[in-house]
């Protein structure tokens, strides 16, 4: 099956292994004009062919530890290049001496990245360490062509027009190189180094980069591609020689950092655009189908992956090796590839596979659930489309799930045949019905979750004398509606919390009591509440009110009694279900006190002497503390006084006041006391 970047499934080209080579990695794939191919690779420098009929063969072993690049000439010559002490070497062809190599052109250089012929029939040969391009002529007299200021020329093509197409490290230059050998760079790119570049028909340039520059980069902005999913981090195997090695040849844990990969298309006028993206994937090689789309070599889920525009791509097939290192285009549309980690050698294509089947992520429904209608949207092609699922109450399926149900065959759908679990997952089958392949694009399975019944967390009474405002009216439907970002779902959690978090600040209204709680629905539905209330000694809920869709409520507590009192929340979840499914949970908070009567006075007695008057009372509540006291004299400000003990601490205290300087005549002394409710008592005394 193939992925395409917006979730389209389609068949995948038929794909298969046609050759396991004894190398652990393959880095060149060529093919000559009889259909034979060729492939090395190392870490044995050894020459595989694969004949036109299936036959396999090593035909040569080089000196060096490993092949880098092949290209083969118009006689079907074969020129293979050898690393470290890069060397080209020439192997006969079929017929007198087959198989013998002979040493052809010697750069030296450190490494021979890549080989390719112009149209006069001479071998270009691109190197490392240092970075250059060299013209040889078919009798191994070689010219240097272009010389780079880079370390590496670590890819090469050649456009319609003859000119050479470089790409570098660690500078990550993409470079045109006219047949005179005058270099122009066409575009810098964010990453170190171009592991890649192609050539399509309409002389676009593909180029892929990896590796990450020290210090900021210095590409120009170009648009972002679509992302993709990740992959395991890491890089091929290859040789530790004492230059530094681009990154995507060097070897895991060499320090190389290579952050993922960008695919730059460079239109025939030189304009850049990015097109390709990947957080971990490594490119190593890019080619064309038979359509002109191009597709790109990865690493490290050997993954090759087929761009349809600018903004779309498709994850074609995935080979069991772990890197796709090179490409080698066949007759009537096939594709080989030859890859790392092991070394061998698969065809893509050129038909589709004839049925593929996917199995879907498993889908947590968070709660014990029922399933309902699964259906699918796709363009058949002549083919067939076949969706079964299966459930269970684990989280990865295993023996312990529900077998495969029956296929849903129809877009429209069926009711599952799966039992009712917390866990589902689906699985297509996709099956050609002709040289297209049938295309499936969405698939919905609709669940109803086990309702479970609301919780009350918490009950807190409000301070005493203060009332929330008047509920607000129900909202009407609203008439706008906020998207999420293009590509992310709308959030569609599964638990609702419906706590205090939007309670209304309150006003001071004496008399009135009131209560807020925190409560939550795992379903999410919305809740409705209902408050009731009783003395502490009393047996009967008294309702205070129903159909609270807020959660907190205040009532005047002045028609009750003094004294202790509990209330009774209950939530409901009918608002979002049926009656016959609704669920309640009732929670009883913590006593508190309506106290409403205002403390006395005792004992209120006063007198005068020397200019001293001298006043004594007693405050007594029933239920609870004396909050303060203060006295006024001859109708002058209230002014506190501090009880016999000091703190305020009691139902009951005792106040002893003397107050000097007093004018010989006859005073009122007016007292006032005032419990933790707010109640207040007043009395007086005229001295005389």
Known sequence: MSLRSDGSVTLAPQFQEIYDTSSAYLWALARDSKGNLYAGGGPDAKLYRLSANGDKKTVAELDGLQIQAIAIDAQDRVYAATAPDGKVYRIAPDGHGAGKSEVFYDPKAKYI???????????????????????????????????????????????????????????????????????????????????????AQDGSIYAAGVGSKPGPSSA????????????????????????????????????????????????????????????????????FDA????????????????????VLYTALVTAPSTQITAFQTGANGALYAATGNVGKIYQAGPGLAREGSLESDVFDAEFFSQWGRLSFEANLNGGGVAIAARSGNLDRPQKNWSPWSTAITEPKGDRVASPAARFIQWKATLTAGGAQSPELESVDVAYLQRNMPPRIEAIESTPANYKFPAPPAPPAPSQTLTLPPIGKPA??????????????????????????????????????????????????????????????????????????????????????????????????????????????????????????????????????????????????????????????????????????????????????????????????????
């Open 113 to 199: 990245w890549a080989l390719a012929f112009n149209k006069n029939g001479d071998l270009l040969v691109a190197t490392g360490d240092p970075g250059a391009v060299y013209r040889v002529t078919p009798d191994g007299r070689g010219t240097l062509l272009y010389q780079s200021d880079e370390t590496h020329v670590r890819s090469m093509a050649l456009d319609p027009a003859g000119n050479v197409i470089l790409g570098t490290d660690p500078g990550g230059l993409v470079v045109r190189v006219s047949p005179a050998g005058e270099g122009f760079v066409l575009y810098q790119m964010s990453k170190s180094e171009v592991s890649a570049v192609a050539v």
């Open 220 to 287: 120009p902005p170009a648009p972002a591609s679509s992302p993709a999913a990740p992959a395991a981090p890491g890089a091929a195997l290859q040789l530790r020689p004492s230059a530094p090695p681009p990154a995507s040849m060097a070897p895991s844990g060499s320090g190389v950092s290579v952050t993922g990969s960008d695919v730059y298309r460079i239109d025939p006028a030189g304009n850049p655009s990015k097109i390709w993206s990947h957080a971990q994937d490594i490119i190593y090689a890019i080619a």
């Open 291 to 310: 359509q002109g789309r191009a597709l790109i070599g990865s690493g490290n889920k050997g993954c090759i992956y087929r761009i349809e525009s600018d």
């Open 491 to 688: 959030s569609s959690s599964g638990s609702s919390l419906s706590g205090d978090s939007g309670t209304p600040s309150m006003q001071y209204a004496k008399g009135f009591t009131g209560a807020r709680w925190a409560a939550a629905d795992d379903n999410g539905d919305s809740l409705i509440f209902t408050v009731e209330i009783r003395g502490v000694h009393e047996t009967n809920w008294k309702l205070l009110k129903d159909k609270v869709r807020e959660k907190y409520w205040s009532w005047d507590s002045t028609a009750f009694p003094d004294g202790e009192y509990r209330l009774r929340v209950t939530a409901s979840d009918l608002p979002g279900n049926p009656p016959t499914e609704a669920l309640s949970t009732s929670t009883v908070g913590d006593p508190f006190l309506i106290d409403n009567t205002p403390p006395r006075i005792g004992r209120l007695a006063a007198h005068q002497s020397n200019g001293k008057l001298q006043a004594a009372w007693t405050a007594t509540d029933a239920l609870s503390d004396i909050k303060k006291a203060a006295y006024s004299l001859d109708g002058g400000d209230w002014t506190l006084a501090a009880p016999v003990t000091g703190l305020s601490d009691s139902h009951e205290l005792a106040y002893d006041l003397t107050l000097d300087h007093i004018a010989p005549g006859e005073h009122t002394l007016a007292v006032r006391v005032e419990d933790d409710y707010d109640n207040q008592a007043v009395d007086k005394v005229v001295v005389r």
